[in-house]
């Protein structure tokens, strides 16, 4: 089942592309719901999904710098955000874990066809890549300052 583009429009990871371009993520979007405590994913498995949260808060876990047994909280994805980039960089695997603290609702898209429809139409690639580039330095600034406030 497909999302309908107009629930896309109005996501802000997808500000500013084309209608065109929404058409196309839209057609190879579905959508999900997780559960609280559901693990979306792990750390260091195949990084094959992309999700845009529609609402509800994930939270992304290193268990790098663990305390006691629980892994170290470095982001909290909230609704608009975005959810696994890893897709997009080989050897496409995940860095952090990803879990559900709130009930949520996302639309994902299967890493595949992100990649093949970036190779298809190169604007598109690059307009991901440049929005997907934003979140990759928020989760690097998000990781040093957990490290600087564990230090």
């Known amino acids: 089942?497909?999302?309908?583009?107009?629930?896309?429009?109005?996501?802000?990871?997808?500000?500013?592309?084309?209608?065109?371009?929404?058409?196309?993520?839209?057609?190879?979007?579905?959508?999900?719901?997780?559960?609280?405590g559901k693990i979306v994913f792990r750390e260091g498995?195949?990084?094959?999904?992309?999700?845009?949260?529609?609402?509800?808060?994930?939270?992304?876990e290193s268990s790098a710098k663990e305390k006691d047994g629980v892994p170290s909280t470095i982001e909290i994805i909230r609704t608009g955000g975005v959810l696994g980039w890893s897709w997009l960089f080989p050897p496409c695997r995940w860095?952090?874990?990803?879990?559900?603290?709130?009930?949520?609702?996302?639309?994902?898209?299967y890493g595949t066809r992100l990649r093949t429809l970036c190779e298809?139409?190169?604007?598109?690639?690059?307009?991901?890549?440049?929005k997907t580039a934003e979140i990759v330095i928020e989760e690097l600034q998000a990781v040093r300052e957990l490290l600087s406030n564990n230090n």
Request: aromatic share 10%; no cysteine.
């Open 1 to 36: 089942m497909t999302v309908d583009v107009t629930l896309f429009a109005g996501q802000p990871f997808l500000k500013g592309l084309s209608a065109r371009h929404l058409e196309l993520l839209a057609n190879e979007s579905m959508l999900m719901e997780f559960t609280e």
């Open 45 to 60: 498995q195949v990084a094959n999904r992309f999700y845009l949260l529609l609402e509800g808060e994930v939270a992304l």
């Open 95 to 109: 860095h952090f874990d990803a879990r559900v603290i709130k009930p949520s609702k996302a639309i994902f898209i």
């Open 120 to 130: 298809q139409d190169h604007e598109l690639g690059y307009e991901l890549m440049k």
